[in-house]
């Protein structure tokens, strides 16, 4: 089974732009919509709506609540998900490829 939530989670997950540097998700659920298990890279993630999930990663969770245009920074990841709100999510994700043209650093963008 593909860890990749677009393969994975295709009812929630749409690429919405791709390069050789980034792919852009755009992630859309309602309330009580649950994920399957899946991975992200290093990310930068905008919240485009308000929202509360509930995050399992093994046999731990933990609930997060985001205010409607959010961006921060999302380190590598596995987890499953569940929108445990009274409201739709409605997120992109900026996923980094390995490697930079430019062998710059990162800076993280947003709240941590």
Known sequence: MSLD?????PQHYAVVFENDRVRVLEYTDR??????PHEHPDSVMHTLSAFRRR?????AHRDVEMPAGLTGWLPAQQHAGENIGDTPTHVLFVELKEGSATGGAMVSLGPE
Request: hydrophobic share 10%; net charge negative.
């Open 5 to 9: 939530p677009v393969e994975s989670n």
């Open 31 to 36: 309330p009580g919509d649950r994920t399957t």
């Open 55 to 59: 995050l399992h990663s093994g046999d």
